[in-house]
C-alpha cells in the first residue's frame, strides 16, 4: 500500500492509545501524553496490525485491531440494505475491509484511521459540528457536520452533549450504539470521567428517555456487546446513584 496515494501528509499512530496523528510528530500523543517513542507509522500500523470482524447479528460486524491497539475503541459496521455505514472508526487501515459508504462518529476522540478510509473507498465522515472544531478534530477532512438529531437509512442519531458537546449515540433497529459514555467494570457502570460530569450527567438522563422509547435487545459499546436488559439495569441504578 503506497500511502503517498492516501494522503500528502506523514501519519504516525500511538501504540498506547491508538490515537492517529496526521502530518505531525509531536513529543508527547495528544490524547493519551504518551512519548512519541511509542508512536508508529500508519504504514508500519497496516503492516503489523490487522482488522478482526466479530458477529453481533446478521447486519452488524463489530471491528478491532489485532493485536490490540491499546486503548482503541471498537468500531461497528451495519449493513443496512441500501448502504454501509460504520459508526466510529479502527485505528488501523485495512485494505482488505468491505468498502464502507459513510463513518458515523459518536465524538471526536477515536477517529482512528479514518482519513485513510475516506481517501481509499471515498467514504463520507459525518461528525456533530460541536465536535468537529475540537483540536483533536481539526486534521481530519470531515464531509458532513450535522447539527440535529436525523435519521438515516434506519440509523437514529441522537445528540446529548455530556462527554463531549458533540456527543452522539446511534440506535439501529433493535441495537444501540453508545461508544464510552459509560464503562463497566464487573457488575458496577460509571461514567466516562473525561468531561464536565453535570453535562455528562444531563445528557444521560436525555439518552434514558429516548431509550425508554424503544424496544432494544443489545448494546454495542466501546469494550463490549451486551444484552440490553442486562446492561439498562445498571445504567438506571447509576442514574439513581447520581447527584448533581
Same mark, same amino acid.
Given at each position: 500500500?503506497?500511502?503517498?496515494?492516501?494522503?500528502?501528509?506523514?501519519?504516525?499512530?500511538?501504540?498506547?492509545?491508538?490515537?492517529?496523528?496526521?502530518?505531525?510528530?509531536?513529543?508527547?500523543?495528544?490524547?493519551?501524553?504518551?512519548?512519541?517513542?511509542?508512536?508508529?507509522?500508519?504504514?508500519?500500523?497496516?503492516?503489523?496490525?490487522?482488522?478482526?470482524?466479530?458477529?453481533?447479528?446478521?447486519?452488524?460486524?463489530?471491528?478491532?485491531?489485532?493485536?490490540?491497539?491499546?486503548?482503541?475503541?471498537?468500531?461497528?459496521?451495519?449493513?443496512?440494505g441500501?448502504?454501509?455505514?460504520w459508526?466510529?472508526?479502527?485505528?488501523?487501515?485495512?485494505?482488505?475491509?468491505?468498502? &464502507?459508504?459513510? /463513518?458515523?462518529?459518536? #465524538?471526536?476522540?477515536?477517529?482512528?484511521?479514518?482519513?485513510? +478510509?475516506?481517501?481509499? @473507498? !471515498?467514504?463520507?465522515?459525518?461528525?456533530?459540528?460541536?465536535?468537529?472544531?475540537?483540536?483533536?478534530?481539526?486534521?481530519?477532512?470531515f464531509?458532513?457536520?450535522?447539527?440535529?438529531?436525523?435519521?438515516?437509512?434506519?440509523?437514529?442519531?441522537?445528540?446529548?452533549?455530556?462527554?463531549?458537546?458533540?456527543?452522539?449515540?446511534?440506535?439501529?433497529?433493535?441495537?444501540?450504539?453508545?461508544?464510552?459514555?459509560?464503562?463497566?467494570?464487573g457488575?458496577?457502570?460509571?461514567?466516562?470521567?473525561?468531561?464536565?460530569?453535570?453535562k455528562?450527567?444531563?445528557?444521560?438522563k436525555? &439518552?434514558?428517555? /429516548?431509550?425508554?422509547? #424503544?424496544?432494544?435487545?443489545?448494546?454495542?459499546?466501546?469494550? +463490549?456487546?451486551?444484552? @440490553? !436488559?442486562?446492561?439498562?439495569?445498571?445504567?438506571?441504578?447509576?442514574?439513581?446513584?447520581?447527584?448533581?
Amino acid at each position: 500500500m503506497e500511502y503517498t496515494l492516501l494522503t500528502k501528509e506523514k501519519q504516525y499512530v500511538c501504540k498506547v492509545c491508538g490515537f492517529n496523528m496526521i502530518g505531525y510528530y509531536p513529543e508527547h500523543c495528544p490524547f493519551c501524553g504518551a512519548l512519541n517513542v511509542k508512536f508508529i507509522t500508519a504504514e508500519e500500523c497496516s503492516k503489523n496490525y490487522e482488522i478482526i470482524e466479530t458477529i453481533v447479528n446478521n447486519k452488524v460486524i463489530r471491528l478491532n485491531s489485532s493485536p490490540p491497539l491499546g486503548l482503541e475503541h471498537s468500531a461497528y459496521c451495519i449493513m443496512t440494505g441500501k448502504q454501509t455505514i460504520w459508526i466510529d472508526c479502527p485505528s488501523t487501515f485495512s485494505e482488505d475491509i468491505e468498502r &464502507m459508504d459513510k /463513518i458515523m462518529f459518536t #465524538h471526536n476522540h477515536f477517529l482512528g484511521a479514518s482519513n485513510l +478510509y475516506r481517501s481509499y @473507498y !471515498s467514504a463520507f465522515l459525518w461528525i456533530h459540528k460541536e465536535d468537529s472544531k475540537q483540536v483533536l478534530a481539526q486534521k481530519y477532512p470531515f464531509d458532513k457536520k450535522f447539527e440535529n438529531d436525523y435519521n438515516f437509512s434506519e440509523i437514529e442519531a441522537y445528540h446529548i452533549n455530556g462527554h463531549t458537546p458533540g456527543f452522539t449515540f446511534y440506535i439501529f433497529k433493535d441495537l444501540f450504539f453508545i461508544c464510552d459514555y459509560v464503562s463497566i467494570s464487573g457488575s458496577n457502570m460509571r461514567f466516562n470521567p473525561y468531561g464536565p460530569r453535570d453535562k455528562t450527567i444531563e445528557g444521560a438522563k436525555v &439518552m434514558n428517555d /429516548i431509550l425508554n422509547r #424503544h424496544e432494544l435487545r443489545k448494546v454495542c459499546g466501546f469494550d +463490549y456487546v451486551l444484552e @440490553y !436488559s442486562n446492561w439498562k439495569a445498571k445504567f438506571d441504578d447509576l442514574l439513581n446513584s447520581v447527584k448533581i
